[in-house]
């Protein structure tokens, strides 16, 4: 058994010990089954996002991949034909921040299974706990939303998020990207550090000596390292061994930080240590525009559905950012995040609407939400855009998803029928009937 | 005493925070028995289950439009519940109690015509004649009339679009907001505001201790709900970053 193998084995049982006694909740929406055969979605109006729009258009997608788009599509023999008249084809829609799959019910602490003890857990892997049959989930993607990055919270260093594909048995079937980045919540300048519980952010260490226990991990990290290059008979440690591939570069550090200061300390540490940053949330980035540009640093807007954070800020100011990135030219995608976590997944697209209604221009509005998130996420070999190669990840609306009516009419993941029912769906059916049986 | 009399004698409406079918109709009930109607059942998002005997007794609804999953009770709380509540005659309107939500409730609105497609000008009134008529205050605001107050809005696009935005605000025929005189003293406040800081660090005078900390967001928008105490202090959840969402 190769060493990666065991390290994994040992992370997955020390996080099953952890794992939240789930109440006796399992959505009964059936996954898709594995597409066995070709799918031509005809006369469609083709939104590749990477591209511009085609209209009477033709997508093929087979054993999962879309193998043909365009308007003059030969259609594969043996192939279900699928006639759209008229209606839009869209990349799944893609929520680069939550905690879905990781959470039930936010009151209900049995339920919640995104935050390890302890202050340092680089070696936490969200992905074993994400919970395919969360009732969330199905909520979610029946507005689109088909891809998200379940990620943890809490400490200093929460753990490693994953790419999930909203559709899957296990957690298994659901993983794009296992181990996708490492997650930091930069801790607060002011002296104290930010508030638990009530109305705080999630409590990590007071500003110094939280930059302080960073700084002490990594270089612990790197002792690390060259204790086990000198012998390998050196005691193995899960957390050290974690850390090694952030070191390396080749996995990114995902840093949660919304003032200005606590943005540019980031920015700093990250150079100093040789990490590949993305931030996260954001509010104060729009001042520091010249440094993320310049270093190339992408984020992942923490929602336009905020308050202005000081009084003195513009009513606009959470509306407006997104233009204000662009406009800079810093690389950027769109969380819904904001404040609700899993249950309010679905108004992912809104938030982008929103930032529409300040500046941003419609497509970019729609990438932000789609190919941008998989870009940021190293992703977008897989998805993010109707592209040949890409996953058949993509459904099919009425409208366009930023407009709140538009419906959701089918989706597929990786090519296979996802079923667009929900609990809220068959709710509403129930005392559909209810009132039927009364007249 | 002399409120709850008021209450017997139809004086003074009750408007009752509510959840839960069985919690809805116990009230209705207890209400019946005493030949009060009730003013409005506020959140309400089991609303859906009952509005049958919501109708029938008079009551009407004040919902969120799409808030679930937050506790135990809320987590049969479907989107579809303004619209089969309308279905069935309930007078239905869209709220929240949380500040940033409540800046944006037109959005909400349009989730009406969404999750079970209510007609956009009967969603329209979900967020402006029927919350009127819910407080009983429709004789003077909620739709364009002659007659009413001069209060009203004027949209860039579509008012139920999140990507439209609010250009201008009026009350009573007063302006209070636009957008375009906002932007325009924004550069003369900041220069106002540079202005004051430069004059702050040339006293010399000390700067914030390092005791002192800057307020959290939730903080500088303060409000309080004395229906919604239920002790979840200790379960400030994940991306909650507001102080409560019930």
């Known amino acids: ?439 | 005493m002399e409120a709850l009399v008021e209450v017997l004698r139809q004086q003074r409406w009750v408007h009752c925070h509510s959840y839960r079918q069985d919690e809805i109709l116990a009230l209705i009930r207890v209400f019946d028995d005493f030949g009060v109607t009730i003013g409005s059942l506020q959140h309400i998002l089991e609303g859906y289950k009952v509005a049958d005997a919501m109708a029938r007794h008079g009551a009407t609804g004040s919902s969120f439009a799409d808030w679930w999953a937050y506790k135990i009770e809320v987590f049969d709380a479907i989107p579809y519940n303004g619209a089969l509540m309308h279905r069935q005659g309930v007078i239905v309107s869209f709220n929240s109690d949380d500040q940033e939500l409540g800046r944006h409730l037109n959005h909400e609105a349009a989730k009406a015509i969404k999750y079970g497609g209510v007609p956009r000008e009967e969603a329209l009134k979900f967020v402006t004649l029927n919350p009127a008529r819910q407080l009983r205050i429709d004789r003077w605001v909620g739709s364009l009339e002659v007659g009413k107050d001069a209060d009203f809005v004027i949209w860039s696009g579509d008012p139920l679009a999140p990507r439209s935005r609010c250009e201008q605000t009026w009350i009573d025929g007063r302006k209070y907001f636009d957008r375009e005189e906002d932007l325009r003293l924004r550069a003369t406040q900041a220069q106002m505001r540079a202005t004051l800081i430069r004059k702050v660090l040339q006293s010399g005078q000390a700067m914030q201790p390092a005791s002192e900390r800057q307020p959290e967001e939730w903080e500088l928008w303060p409000r309080h709900d004395e229906a919604c105490h239920d002790g979840d202090e200790e379960h400030a959840g994940h991306f909650i970053q507001d102080h409560k969402h019930d």
């Open chain 1, 1 to 439: 058994m190769s060493h990666a193998s065991i390290l994994r084995r040992v992370l997955t049982v020390m996080l099953l010990a952890g794992a939240w006694t789930r109440c006796a909740l399992a959505h009964p929406q059936i996954p898709g089954p594995p597409q066995t055969r070709p799918i031509a979605l005809v006369h469609a109006v083709l939104h590749p996002v990477s591209g511009p729009v085609i209209d009477q258009g033709t997508l093929v997608f087979d054993q999962g991949r879309i193998v043909a788009i365009g308007r003059d599509v030969a259609i594969p023999e043996g192939a279900e034909v699928i006639d759209l008249a008229g209606q839009h084809v869209y990349p799944g829609l893609f929520e680069p921040l939550s905690d879905l799959g990781l959470i039930e019910i936010n009151s209900i602490r049995a339920t919640i299974d995104y935050q390890e003890t302890g202050q340092l857990n680089p070696n936490v892997r969200a992905a074993v706990a994400v919970n395919p049959d969360s009732e969330l989930i199905p909520v979610a993607r029946s507005n689109g939303v088909l891809l998200a990055l379940a990620a943890p919270t809490g400490g200093l260093m929460s753990g490693r998020s994953a790419v999930i594909q909203l559709d899957g048995w296990t957690w298994e079937d659901m993983v794009l990207r296992g181990d996708t980045a490492l997650h930091i919540q930069w801790p607060a300048p002011a002296a104290g550090g930010t508030r638990g519980g009530r109305g705080g952010q999630p409590a990590s260490a007071a500003g110094p000596q939280g930059i302080e226990a960073l700084r002490r991990a990594f270089a612990d990290a790197r002792a690390y390292r060259a204790a086990r290059q000198a012998d390998p008979s050196f005691p193995r440690d899960a957390r050290w061994e974690s850390l090694q591939d952030v070191l390396e570069g080749k996995l990114p550090v995902i840093i949660h930080a919304d003032q200005w200061r606590q943005i540019t300390s980031a920015v700093a540490f990250a150079r100093q240590e040789g990490l590949r940053m993305i931030l996260v949330g954001g509010y104060d980035a729009p001042q520091c525009a010249a440094l993320l540009k310049e270093l190339d640093i992408p984020v992942i807007v923490g929602g336009t559905y905020r308050l202005p954070r000081r009084r003195g800020d513009a009513y606009d100011a959470a509306y407006a950012l997104p233009a204000e990135l662009h406009r800079a030219g810093v690389r950027f995608c769109i969380s819904g995040r904001a404040r609700f976590g899993a249950s309010q997944v679905r108004n992912l697209p809104y938030h982008a609407a929103v930032a529409v209604g300040f500046g941003l221009p419609a497509e970019e509005a729609l990438k932000a939400i789609t190919l941008y998130p998989a870009q940021i996420l190293g992703v977008a070999d897989r998805v993010g855009s109707l592209e040949v190669g890409k996953d058949a990840t993509l459904f099919i609306a009425d409208g366009d998803p930023l407009d709140t009516p538009t419906q959701v009419l089918s989706a597929w993941i990786r090519g296979r029928k996802v079923d667009l029912n929900d609990r809220h769906k068959t709710l509403y059916r129930k005392y559909e009937a209810k009132y039927s049986q009364q007249r």
